[in-house]
């Protein structure tokens, strides 16, 4: 496996596999990378010949309260994990190598940006779909694979793509949980045992939702009221939404009669979670 | 010659190119194709095996006050000029083929897209920016040809790319001017046989500015005032600015002292008209 730092090696290696006729999937990451994560670059693996994971903690994402500084960098854990998983190719540049100037251009997705966690996080999104598009752009990928945990995210992106025509196909993984149902996210490490028992309320919850729907109780209001019962069993899980909404528009939903996205975040302690169910009632 | 019209077609003609190892030009235009474009066109073909010519009046680059619904629109004669320049394809998208449904995502430049023309056209460079990128992701270039004529234009369009880390490069073309010193423009058209002739004070304006800055008169508020003076001797030019920039900041400078773009818009009757000079004291 190659590890790489500029852009113009990352372009030639993987020109060099497209004239070999190979197809590029690409993972784009944070680091910090957990078996979520793996199960990204194996489907990768699985549907591309040519398999690009980049290793970037973007700052233009971050808002100015959050956890840049503290997120976790560990290059050697992270590249043991691509190994194994058979990338082909690590791409993890410097900040300054992404952003050697002023940046002045921004990619928007609006409308879709501004409810759940757009709103607590005022220019998140901005900050992620530019630094894809950049990303996208310098390793021209066929297809490029995202975790349903961040349910937001992946529906913004796959229309940032259809909007601009980009020339790639957006693949959507399954959200992988721990044996005890906690989706995993590098921020699961900042939990003290004891908040990470609260934390299993999350998906307890959400759980608790998929069977209410699955008895017939289709209503927004009940089944929102019925989460946020199952969390706050805990006083200390602060519940910052809890959305049941249309998974390509982001609206609220009064009623679940076709597909529908709940999706949830919370703060325990300092630590921000989120967690989400896709339900489609055609196909419960 | 090709003339498609759908976005598939389009990629269909131009992956078949690449596979056989050609290099894609691409030029975007609106139609209304005259010299000014043939000299894009040519300087494709020139550099490139593959040239892609696309005719698409984006609406979303247009004001809701400006001159859309008018634009000239002439597919046969815009054919004949690309055929006589020897393109390989046009791109003659629908409107619905190229904003299919509400268009949520834009590419937004900032700074450099507020003065100059940016002031008088609010969202002008969005609508711009954000189709040349979907031109861009759907042609897929490796070079695209733009006229030094709208200099803002070029200087915007180049900082997304590098910006975006695009994966293509842009060509700038000399502006082409009539016999008489007027800029080609698709606008000319427009203009009574009066109304040309005081089009000519433009390029004349900036002819006397070049020869005083050969003089050694280098400060600005000078030579925009020479300017001015030069095209008021028709009280029908309508001045809307006269500028002399930092060709990549675009911010207004108070002296030459390297290299300087000397950009004037004015209305003429109901008809915008754009020119400009790039100076480079080092190379008079």
Redesign the interface.
């Known amino acids: 496996m190659d590890i790489v730092k500029t ?1 113009s090696e990352l ?1 030639q290696h993987v020109t060099a596999a497209r004239s070999q006729g190979k197809t590029i999937g690409f993972v784009p990451t944070m680091g910090a990378l957990h078996i979520g994560h793996a199960s990204l670059i194996k489907a990768a693996c699985e549907k591309c010949d040519y398999v690009v994971v980049s290793i970037f903690v973007n700052p233009t994402q971050f808002g100015p309260s959050e956890d840049l500084e503290k997120y976790q960098r560990d290059l050697d854990a992270d590249v043991k994990i691509c190994t194994d998983c058979r990338a082909d190719i690590i791409f993890a540049p410097t900040v300054a190598e992404m952003y050697p100037g002023e ?10 940006t501004e409810s759940l966690c757009g709103e607590s996080r005022p220019g998140h999104f901005r900050g992620v ?2 630094v894809c ?2 990303l996208f ?2 390793v ?1 990928p066929d297809y490029a694979f995202f975790g349903q945990k961040d349910a937001q995210q992946v529906t913004v992106i796959k ?2 793509v259809a ?5 790639l196909e957006i693949v959507t993984c399954p959200t992988v949980r721990d044996n005890d149902g906690l989706a995993t996210s590098s921020r699961n490490k900042y939990l003290t045992e004891i908040q990470r028992k609260d934390a299993l309320l999350i998906s307890k919850s959400l759980l608790k939702c998929l069977q209410l729907v699955e008895k017939g109780n289709c209503d927004a209001a009940l089944l929102k009221n019925e989460i946020c019962k199952t969390m706050t069993i805990s006083p200390d899980i602060k519940v910052q939404y809890v959305a049941i909404v249309d998974p390509e528009t982001l609206q609220e939903i009064d009623s679940i009669t076709d597909k529908a996205l709940v999706a949830i975040a919370v703060n325990i302690g300092d630590t921000r979670l989120i967690d989400n169910i896709l339900i489609d009632l055609n196909n419960l």
Chains 1, 2 share one sequence.
């Open positions: 852009i372009r940046l002045i251009t921004w990619v928007d997705v609006e409308k879709i779909t530019t598009a950049k752009n310098i021209c229309r940032m909007d601009l025509n980009m020339p």
